[in-house]
């Protein structure tokens, strides 16, 4: 095993409810089985049973089955893991920034509603900086670079400029909604419903 699969986000993680709530690499998850906050999930089809550290490493290994080396001999790398305490399902409130912006918006013009690419769209702020106005939800919209250039440094209504909508403070999501299996593990299917 290569130390890169051992720090890549491949091990999905449950709530004790099982719901998914996060994803940890396996070095993560071996410290959350070691601690005993959490249990390794075997799937076989329909079929799961959790176990817990000691009873997971006796756990033999076998074609395709990912393993870590250890001086004890190789560890099968948990797919899923269930932690054993924590119950809430944690929401995720989007960090303000171009990117953040770029997902609230759909990737549209504030003032036109024309798709844009990354390299098209920039941060327009209503309020101008330079006559006050501050780098968050409320006074920033996605806007076309030709666009944002003309409007300069007036408002959109002395630009001749109208918003298609006002902005918004994103809505907090359940983390749930925000885990993508991005290694195609078939074991994750049981509990992301996207």
């Not at 089955?65 to 560890?75: D, L």
């Not at 990117?99 to 509603?113: H, I, M, P, T």
Request: with cysteine; aromatic share 8%.
């Amino acid at each position: 095993m290569t130390t890169s699969l051992l720090h890549r986000s491949s091990v999905l993680v449950l709530n004790r409810h099982w719901r998914a709530i996060d994803t940890a690499t396996p070095a993560e998850a071996f410290g959350h089985l070691a601690t005993g906050s959490a249990r390794a999930l075997r799937i076989d089809g329909d079929s799961m049973q959790a176990f817990d550290w000691e009873d997971w490493r006796g756990l033999g290994t076998g074609e395709g089955i990912a393993v870590i080396g250890t001086p004890r001999g190789p560890v099968r790398i948990p797919t899923v893991i269930v932690l054993t305490r924590f119950a809430k399902v944690p929401v995720h409130r989007p960090k303000f920034g171009f990117r953040a912006l770029w997902e609230r918006d759909g990737g549209r013009c504030q003032y036109s509603g024309r798709k844009l690419t990354p390299g098209e769209a920039n941060i327009d702020h209503i309020v101008p900086r330079s006559r006050g106005g501050r780098d968050d939800w409320d006074n920033c919209v996605l806007s076309d670079r030709a666009i944002n250039s003309r409007k300069a440094a007036r408002t959109p209504a002395e630009a001749g400029l109208r918003l298609l909508a006002p902005p918004a403070v994103p809505r907090a999501v359940p983390a749930t909604l925000r885990i993508r299996n991005l290694w195609g593990i078939p074991d994750w299917n049981h509990f992301l419903h996207h």
